[in-house]
């Protein structure tokens, strides 16, 4: 059995509210109306802020929950709410002890009911009154329109916050919570936005799921009317309907879905959602609707239960982002667990990101990550009582010290080229190659005999196990092939002798449409990488104009050590960011170049910015830079610099260098680059070939 979960906004979603067709299409077809959860995490009335979730499965139509207060039946610790249309629990409980609370949803066809035993602290916190946001609303924005909102925090202070999944076009200031920007992308967008109460006071972190609707531009009022999906069960029929309001007079409505799981069918002229789940798990579902003016979009999560007997699942209410150089800890602690087994439970994860550690027993995440990124992992659960493992796929995020959101962070990712084939199920196609930075020290690198590689597109992975690739020098480069007449067809080559990787399928199936924007996670033995890529009508992804978000790779380089004042490098750089943005002589230039923490060079050549020239991509409509450094007169450092952002290649050469702290054999550099106000780091490889010479090949 296998749980797929996805970024930290569907946190909020995991329950069964969006309208159903109708009674009478789902009731006796469905399954039995009933709840997934049985038990929350432990409360403190010192913090974090608490955000929990009620989960139902094989509704009949829209749910709404209640409170039974009959009985005896307790009520909600005093500082908790409960919304009847989202199942959604928040708040900062103010009162220790252990409440008895019984839930009722009722789906307007039948009830049921669930009793939860609420157990709050006065531990944790120190008395700082918790971290986090209460209850934050956001107002609607609209495409194209200058937007700026301030959410409180919760705590003493000072606050650091991190935000993810927030809408295109927006940002989030580390330093004030300040979400702003202009809009791009119309839709409803549930951002994750996670509070660090710092010390001099009590440390201490919390996250929120807020979401926030941006509507269409021209004064359009076009929105998705469902937030939430319906749950089902593996083998049961299920049954939902997607829905929308107020599309353009005499337009006509069409519908799009991507990461269904399988066994399910969207009727996109309609919106309905039929078929089996023939697939346990948690999965992203991103829905588009266009009523022929403008496309608005959606991310919603959807659960589908391993059967109809079977409480085994991840409790995964929410992980809040991790800042790099910052140990990840508080009281109580982070967890991740799963609940409804039959025996004790443990734990295990891979992609972790370095500095990472997650318990075995008690599923506490802890530790300092000591590089920012977004880190597609896999949790692993098993039931020592039935043998039953569960898994769970998600992106751990490391933002920067200063906060922030997931717009910052870089992926060293560079897809080269990709292809999404679709037309008719079992004869559909999907082709990447693509150019990775990781660290390839020996000992270090990917090794085929041990790790797996895996490629997740949407609902669509392609998986290597670990002995699977092979080749005569497997750790420099092997492949992959799966046997004539496999359906679908697999093939997967590594090549960290030149940093790239490449795989396709044949005679595939995917529920996927284009065009939109996919989210693309690889996992490379310890290493993870997360992108969002646009793909067009027929399927195509065009670099760099494709990526949504920064991508950023060494692709080619060469040192030579020869003495301090001596020393020089040619390399060749990859970067895409949809943001970029330059003026010649004003924006910011800097590189650095590290070996850990010593610093090989740091030059500030603000002043050698020359003109750029601008441009109109036509397929984004974004603006394109092109431009070159003037003419270096310093001996020492000295930079030449060139970059076209619209194909996303930047030449750096530099000489009078001093590189005598590098490593022999093997160097393990960081390479950032600032343009304005954006900083782009990589780290990579360089083994020396020869005394004094450096290149990325594996000798």
């Known amino acids: 059995m296998r749980l797929i979960a996805f970024p930290a906004f569907v946190l909020a979603c995991l329950v069964a509210l969006a309208p159903a067709p109708s009674a009478a299409q789902c009731t006796d077809t469905n399954g039995t109306f009933r709840f997934l959860n049985t038990t929350f995490p432990s409360l403190s009335t010192n913090g ?44 900062l409980a103010t009162q220790s002890g252990n409440y008895d609370v019984v839930f009722v949803a009722d789906d307007g066809t039948q009830q049921t009911t669930k009793s939860v035993t609420f157990s709050v602290s006065s531990a944790g916190g120190g008395g700082n009154g918790g971290s986090g946001l209460d209850a934050p609303v956001f107002p609607d924005g609209q495409v194209g329109v200058a937007y700026s909102h301030t959410p409180e925090a919760d705590g003493d202070g000072p606050f650091t916050f991190a935000g993810s999944d927030l809408p295109p076009g927006l940002t989030l200031n580390g330093a004030t919570g300040e979400v702003s920007g202009t809009p791009t992308a119309a839709g409803t967008y549930f951002m994750t936005l996670t509070v660090y109460d710092a ?32 749950n089902g069960e593996v083998g049961t029929s299920f049954c939902d309907q997607y829905v929308v309001e107020n599309p353009a007079l005499g337009g006509t409505v069409t519908f799009g879905a991507t990461g269904l799981p399988v066994g399910l069918m969207l009727d996109t002229a309609t919106g309905a959602v039929t078929g089996t789940p023939t697939e346990d798990g948690t999965f992203l579902v991103t829905i588009t609707a266009n009523d022929g003016t403008d496309t608005i979009t959606t991310n919603l999560s959807m659960v589908i239960a391993p059967s109809s007997g079977s409480n085994f699942h991840w ?108 037309g008719e199920d079992g004869n559909e196609s999907w082709r990447v190659s693509a150019i990775y930075n990781a660290d390839r020290r020996t000992g270090n690198r990917f090794d085929p005999a041990t790790d797996l590689f895996k490629a997740v597109l949407g609902s669509r992975t392609v998986q290597v196990d670990p002995g699977e690739c092979t080749g005569s020098v497997p750790d420099q480069a092997c492949s992959f092939q799966t046997p004539n007449g496999d359906v679908p067809s697999e093939s997967v080559s590594i090549n960290a002798d030149r940093q ?165 054999s093997e160097a393990h550099l960081t390479f950032e680059v600032t343009v304005g106000t954006r900083i782009y780091s990589t780290n990579v490889t360089f083994f020396e070939s020869s005394p004094g010479r450096y290149g990325l090949a594996i000798p």
């Open 48 to 91: 974090p802020v608490f955000t929990g979730q009620l989960v139902v499965a094989n509704a009949d139509g829209p749910v709404i929950f209640s409170l039974d207060l009959g009985g005896g039946n307790d009520p909600l610790p005093d500082g908790l709410t409960l919304d009847p249309d989202s199942g959604l629990i928040t708040g």
């Open 199 to 230: 010390l001099p006071n009590e440390e201490n972190i919390g996250a929120s799921v807020v979401p926030i609707t941006i509507l269409p531009a021209g004064g359009s009022t076009f929105a998705f009317v469902t937030q939430f999906l319906n």
């Open 315 to 422: 409790n995964y209410l929410g992980v809040p982002a991790a800042l790099v150089n910052v140990e990840y800890d508080r009281v109580p602690p982070i967890v991740l667990t799963a609940e409804g087994a039959t025996g004790a439970i443990t734990y295990a994860a891979t992609g972790l990101p370095s500095g990472m550690d997650y318990d075995a027993s008690s599923g506490e995440l802890s530790g300092t990550p000591i590089q920012q990124g977004e880190y597609p992992v896999t949790f692993t659960a098993t039931d020592a009582g039935s043998g039953a493992v569960i898994e769970l796929d998600t992106t751990f995020i490391v933002l920067p010290t200063t906060g922030g959101d997931v717009s910052q962070i870089v992926s060293n990712f560079w897809v080269s080229r990709a292809s999404l084939r679709l």
């Open 500 to 664: 790239t990787m490449a795989w396709s399928t044949g005679n595939d199936t995917f529920t996927e449409t284009v065009p939109g924007v996919l989210s693309q996670r690889v996992t490379l033995g310890d290493h993870g990488w997360r992108l969002l890529l646009r793909f067009d009508e027929k399927g195509g992804f065009r670099p760099a104009g494709g990526f949504e978000r920064p991508a950023f790779v060494v692709s080619q380089g060469s040192l030579s050590v020869e003495g301090p004042g001596l020393d020089s490098a040619k390399l060749t750089l990859l970067l895409g960011d949809p943001n970029f943005s330059y003026e010649g002589g004003v924006s910011t230039l800097r590189l650095r170049i590290l070996e850990g923490t010593t610093v090989l060079m740091d030059r500030d050549f603000t002043a050698l910015g020359g003109p750029a020239k601008l441009g109109t991509d036509k397929n984004t409509g974004k603006t394109t830079y092109s431009f070159r450094t003037l003419s270096d007169t310093q001996e020492t450092d000295s930079v030449s610099l060139g970059y076209s952002s619209s194909k996303g290649a930047m030449k750096v050469s530099l000489s009078g260098m001093d590189l005598t702290g590098i490593s022999t």
